[in-house]
């Protein structure tokens, strides 16, 4: 949002502007993460001003639905040249929700790779969990010496 060195003004000026184009979005965010009102920036005696405004959207995850929302009205945006636009749920994930679809795919690999040495028709390993902006993942293949090291008995087993 706000560069560290810009004025005062213009962050109250960028804060209003965006609060005209995402009203909505910044509404949501607010009471969501913050638990307060944007109506509080227009009622007398509130304790929400124009600047504690500003800084509590600056400060906003980057999963929220104002950072969302202004991402997709960007230019640079995929998708904003032609056609629909960019599904809101494609933006960046926080920190919990990636260290759950890891937390998955290890768990699925862990049960795969079990089912490896247990099984004479081990099947493929399983997709991982779609992660956003990555399009369909790819899991690598480890090479022999990468399983001997992982478990000495998984390379007797996939050795041809």
Do not use: C
């Not at 929302?69 to 636009?85: I, L, T």
């Amino acid at each position: 949002m706000r560069a560290e060195g810009q004025p005062v003004g213009a962050k109250i000026a960028e804060t209003t502007a965006l609060i005209g184009a995402f009203a909505g979005p910044v509404e949501a965010d607010l009471q969501r993460y913050y638990g307060t009102d944007l109506l509080d920036v227009y009622r007398p005696g509130a304790a929400l001003s124009l600047r504690k405004l500003a800084v509590l959207v600056m400060y906003l995850p980057p999963e929220s639905a104002t950072a969302t929302a202004v991402r997709n009205a960007s230019a640079d945006a995929p998708g904003r040249e032609a056609g629909p636009k960019p599904d809101p749920a494609e933006g960046p994930w926080s920190v919990t929700q990636m260290l759950a679809a890891d937390l998955i795919d290890e768990v699925r690999m862990l049960r795969h790779e079990y089912r490896s040495v247990n099984s004479d028709q081990p099947g493929p390993p399983p997709e991982p969990v779609p992660r956003p902006g990555t399009g369909k993942a790819k899991r690598r293949a480890l090479t022999v010496a990468e399983r001997a090291r992982l478990d000495p008995r998984m390379r007797a087993a996939h050795d041809v």
